[in-house]
């Protein structure tokens, strides 16, 4: 089937694409009207500030935890539970990727609601505990599959690289193109394997968020 398209939306069989807004609030409105429509499998793709130094522009990062430091995933789980993706969706998205010869890193990213609040102190506190990268919306996307049975999953692109006094944009840099090209077109290639029925939900219905 050709895919239909318009502006924001993909669509193809057995699956939809649809552009996202930043920030954890928009990201869980997107994947509740999803689930509302069918959606049991979603995988969401986005950018980050790498905070470890062998982590650069370009790469890409296949998140395992959240820290939630947002208030949306709160209204999801108990603070003292931890926000994770599905393990097993991250693990097929995770070999389809390293196919494209890309770098790429898994582990713990850092979700915040304040952009300009990502302070030195933190910085480093987050780095000396192994947090790959910052970005906005991960630990609320995995609450809420977690909540509505969605099997979620997510690749992150590099998009700059944060340290405890210095800031390196690369959101128009040719690493970053290559690599979100690579990505697409890798996961056209997995979509027999992305779409096979969840674990979580036994459905086979799926979309991607796209920034």
């Not at 429509?37 to 370009?58: N, P």
């Not at 820290?67 to 070999?95: F, W």
């Not at 000396?128 to 809420?144: N, R």
Request: proline share 6%.
């Amino acid at each position: 089937m050709t895919p239909r398209r318009n502006r924001s939306v993909v669509q193809g069989e057995g699956w939809i694409a649809v552009r996202s807004l930043p920030g954890a609030p928009n990201m869980v409105m997107l994947i509740e009207e999803l689930f509302a429509f069918g959606v049991r499998k979603a995988v969401c793709i986005g950018y980050c500030g790498s905070l470890q130094k062998d982590v650069a522009i370009g790469d890409v990062v296949i998140p395992m935890e959240a820290v939630r430091e947002e208030g949306t995933s709160y209204h999801y789980l108990r603070a003292s539970e931890k926000s994770i993706p599905d393990a097993q969706l991250q693990r097929i998205l995770r070999d389809c990727i390293e196919r494209a010869d890309l770098r790429v890193h898994e582990g713990k990213v850092w979700t915040t609601d304040a952009p300009y609040r990502e302070t030195p102190d933190k910085v480093m506190q987050y780095r000396k505990e192994g947090v790959v990268a910052v970005e906005m919306e991960m630990s609320a996307a995995f609450a809420v599959g977690l909540v509505r049975g969605i099997s979620i999953g997510a690749i992150l692109l590099v998009s700059d690289e944060l340290r405890e006094t210095e800031w390196r944009p690369g959101f128009i840099s040719q690493s970053l193109r290559r690599t979100r090209g690579k990505i697409f077109e890798k996961l056209l290639g997995c979509l027999p394997e992305l779409m096979s029925p969840s674990p979580v939900s036994n459905r086979a219905d799926w979309g991607v968020t796209l920034p």
